[in-house]
């Protein structure tokens, strides 16, 4: 296959060369939106006379047989074509002669590149904000049964106060809302129109990249012909909230794995999303959360890869920036494929209720509403903070909780305590009383699978 670029050289590029300077293997799943992208160029050719009106109705006719013969199978992209863009525009001269030739008029390569990724990327993520929504769908369905089933909170990974199951897996809902929030708004800035930059000065004809920004969806185009090709911060963009994705999903892994084990105990997965040892056979194993952990790894990487490569290279574009789709791409696919197995694993997931009260009623999670209990009856917090910890030692002391110390015990730290103790520190009790907004209340409990269900709206 004869190159774009031939015309200067007498020797044929080495093999090994070649290879390495070829990125059909990468760029080729680009083919839609470059066929999109050259349909709207040519459009554009046409209506401001550069070609004629029969020329348009070949080249747009040849691009709609190529895409349509690549997706039925019919055409395989050849691994001999450098790129996605060589490939298109020689097939389409192979089937409609000199017209397709006209094809890259008033564009260079170095735009081209450019608009194919900044339309496919705006697909991916696209994609990637539906997978989100079902993954919050899942925590919501978890919440929603879950509302009530107290469990212990931690900090420092120690026992910590009461909370609801609802309340800690909607964190987890706020992190993702917060990733949509992250993919929009990098998408926002991507969706500039580089068109009609050419390689990197521009073109001698009159283009309208107003009207190629417009017909390819774009709020607008790049203002600055050499920023519109040699910008990569959009993939830094996006590979850095990608990066905040993954560490989201390998944080809940990592409490679904703990859950999971029998130290723990308080979930149970479905079988689908789990797998056994080969020498073992009492094993169930959470190896899809321990996958979504470990692949946290390789989407860091592709971020700082992507910022390495594009910290010393001057305007405008160079080779190196090839490297870019290999990292964003390898990154959206492993973020999507965790969002898909991690949504219906949360949705399956079997909360033990037994398990995680068992766990409530260990650890003296009610310390903070004893001492608050003391500081309403008039008693200085930091005061009641220090009585409540001596009662504790002495519960310790003598295997005993707050729960099951009797009254007289009691008093004899303080007058202040009362029969109405019991109830105050009661752990059902002390879920409910936490009224205060964002907290672990019932109703503000409600309010946040509120908030997601209006956010998926």
Same mark, same amino acid.
């Given at each position: 296959m004869e190159k774009l670029w031939a015309g200067r050289f007498t020797k044929e590029l080495d093999k090994i060369a070649f290879g390495f300077n070829s990125s059909i293997d990468v760029d080729s799943r680009m083919y839609r939106q470059d066929i999109t992208g050259s349909m709207v160029h040519a459009e554009m050719l046409s209506k401001q006379g550069i070609i004629s009106p029969v020329e348009l109705k070949e080249i747009l006719d040849g691009l709609s047989s190529i895409l349509e013969d690549i997706e039925s199978g019919k055409l395989e992209i050849s691994s001999d074509a450098e790129d996605i863009h060589s490939f298109v525009e020689t097939e389409l001269t192979s089937r409609i002669g000199n017209s397709g030739k006209k094809l890259h008029t008033a564009r260079s390569r170095n735009d081209q590149v450019a608009v194919d990724l900044r339309l496919y990327l705006r697909d991916e993520a696209e994609k990637v904000i539906s997978l989100i929504d079902a993954l919050l769908l899942a925590i919501c369905s978890q919440a929603e049964r879950n509302r009530? *089933?107290?469990?212990?909170?931690? *900090?420092?990974?120690?026992?910590?106060?009461?909370?609801?199951?609802?309340?800690?897996?909607?964190?987890?809902?706020?992190m993702l809302t917060r990733d949509k929030d992250r993919i929009k708004d990098a998408v926002k800035r991507m969706n500039v129109s580089p068109l009609g930059s050419c390689a990197l000065s521009g073109t001698t004809y009159n283009t309208d990249r107003e009207y190629t920004a417009k017909n390819l969806g774009f709020d607008d185009y790049c203002k600055n012909s050499i920023d519109g090709v040699s910008d990569r911060d959009f993939c830094v963009e996006l590979l850095s909230a990608l990066s905040i994705i993954m560490t989201h999903l390998s944080r809940l892994s990592e409490e679904i794995i703990l859950w999971s084990s029998w130290e723990f105990k308080f979930v149970e997965l479905d079988d689908s999303y789990t797998t056994g040892s080969s020498i073992m056979p009492q094993k169930k194993n959470p190896d899809m959360a321990e996958l979504v952990r470990g692949k946290t790894g390789r989407v860091y990487g592709n971020l700082m890869s992507t910022l390495t490569m594009l910290k010393g290279i001057p305007l405008a574009y160079n080779k190196d920036m090839q490297e870019d789709k290999e990292s964003i791409f390898d990154s959206f696919d492993t973020v999507k494929v965790c969002l898909q197995v991690t949504a219906p694993m949360i949705e399956t997931m079997t909360v033990l209720k037994e398990n995680t009260l068992a766990a409530a009623k260990r650890g003296f999670i009610n310390a903070t509403d004893l001492a608050d209990y003391l500081t309403k009856k008039g008693m200085p917090f930091r005061e009641a903070y220090k009585l409540t910890g001596q009662i504790v030692r002495h519960c310790i002391e003598n295997s005993l909780v707050l729960d099951n110390m009797e009254l007289d015990e009691y008093k004899k730290f303080s007058n202040m305590f009362e029969e109405d103790l019991y109830e105050e520190i009661e752990l059902a009790t002390c879920v409910k009383k936490r009224i205060s907004q964002g907290g672990t209340g019932p109703e503000s409990v409600d309010n946040q699978i509120k908030f997601i269900k209006e956010n998926l709206k």
């Open positions: 009530d *089933t107290i469990m212990p909170g931690y *900090t420092h990974l120690q026992r910590a106060q009461p909370i609801s199951f609802a309340h800690h897996i909607l964190a987890y809902a706020m």
